[in-house]
């Protein structure tokens, strides 16, 4: 029985030191998946793609500050006034989907100089009041006359436009184009000069890809604090320009012999 078990045992053991063997021969002979075989350079290429865009829509933040002698008086008033000015939104074509609230903000003034109360804080002089929304434009055209809107209903404080497309994906596709085909002219420039040529693509990956505008947002504010408001305010100019598209990719390429 002794000499069986040792037989098996020792069978067992050059199964094992075969099959050992065999795993480092594959290993041995296989890459890792995207590194380069024997014979082969590996070369890392960044590149970019842009492509321009005609925005079609924008976002606005539309919003009004009121003051107070005490907190209730200046959220009353500014309720008022929001109210007021979410209907005139309204009313100029954006939809209730469309206005999205996004601050609202009850704090105190203090009194910059003078005395101050029993426990050493600054004094408080009265209280202010903010409340905003981001309002969604899908049609471009109609911006300015949103915001004419806003500002004859009593909204004191307008920032954007935040020029954008109704399709965040539009232009990507093309883009990914330049830029594949950015890089693959890098590639060819740097293996001819090594004296060699591209051979197979190795790995691709995306690390960026973002829409801006090509000049800076226009901003609009005012700091008018009363309720009273000219009948027609005028709508201020927009100027839409372009944007662009940027993504930027790193390709490995493997580079052979010629």
């Not at 949103?146 to 004191?156: E, L, P, Q, R, T």
């Amino acid at each position: 029985m002794a000499r069986t078990v040792n037989i098996g045992l020792a069978a067992l053991l050059l199964a094992s030191v075969v099959g050992s063997n065999q795993a480092v021969a594959q290993q041995t002979a296989t890459p890792a998946v995207g590194q380069p075989e024997r014979g082969e350079t590996l070369l890392e290429v960044q590149a970019s793609g842009q492509v321009r865009l005609a925005p079609d829509m924008a976002t606005l933040n539309v919003g009004v500050v009121s003051t107070g002698s005490t907190a209730r008086e200046a959220t009353d008033g500014n309720a008022r006034q929001m109210t007021n000015v979410v209907a005139a939104l309204r009313k100029a074509g954006v939809e209730a989907k469309d206005i999205r609230t996004q601050q609202i903000v009850v704090e105190p003034r203090f009194a910059r100089e003078g005395p101050a109360d029993y426990e050493g804080q600054a004094r408080i002089t009265g209280y202010v009041s903010r409340n905003s929304v981001l309002v969604t434009v899908l049609r471009l055209s109609s911006a300015p006359d949103v915001i004419a809107a806003a500002f004859g209903a009593g909204a004191n404080s307008v920032q954007g436009p935040n020029l954008q497309t109704r399709n965040p994906l539009l232009g990507m596709q093309e883009a990914r184009r330049q830029a594949i085909d950015n890089a693959r002219r890098q590639a060819d420039d740097y293996a001819a000069g090594l004296g060699l040529k591209v051979g197979r693509v190795l790995r691709v990956s995306e690390r960026g890809s973002a829409v801006r505008p090509i000049s800076e947002d226009m901003v609009v504010t005012g700091s008018r604090l009363s309720i009273d408001a000219p009948a027609e305010p005028l709508a201020p100019p927009l100027s839409a320009g372009e944007l662009v598209r940027t993504t930027d990719i790193w390709i490995d390429y493997a580079l052979v012999p010629r």
